[in-house]
Nanobody, 117 residues
Framework: EHLVESGGGLVQAGGSLRLSCLGARFISSVFNPLHMAWYRQGPGKQRELVATVSNNGDRNYTDSVRGRFTISRDNRKKTIYLQMNNLKVEDTAVYYC?????????WGQGTQVTVSG
């Protein structure tokens, strides 16, 4: 896998988790230009875009997570993060890391986040 997620788990509503996505098989010259994102797919739902961070650090969020989630990247570590605070039951989903460049796109295998009420 080019992208390997970690950090998922079970947490109570109101709690926090931090997801990580390592570009395990990339060299820096390939990883750094990638636009990166987190997607999620909840039970019975379509996959949706959660947050993006461009190759120059610009960030965007879907409305439902803005103010609670923070996406970041550390190019030296070839890693992106998703800090998730004040988690809600409706945040329960498999979270996927995604990267795309001018010619290719990459997906991770996903990490499960379960928020209990």
């Amino acid at each position: 896998e080019h992208l390997v997620e970690s950090g998922g788990g079970l947490v109570q509503a109101g709690g926090s988790l931090r997801l990580s996505c390592l570009g395990a098989r990339f060299i820096s010259s390939v990883f750094n230009p990638l636009h990166m994102a987190w997607y999620r797919q909840g039970p019975g739902k379509q996959r949706e875009l959660v947050a993006t961070v461009s190759n120059n650090g610009d960030r965007n969020y879907t409305d439902s997570v803005r103010g609670r989630f923070t996406i970041s990247r550390d190019n030296r570590k070839k890693t992106i993060y998703l800090q998730m605070n004040n988690l809600k039951v409706e945040d329960t989903a498999v979270y996927y890391c995604h990267g795309h460049g001018s010619r290719n796109e990459y997906w991770g295998q996903g990490t499960q986040v379960t928020v209990s009420g």
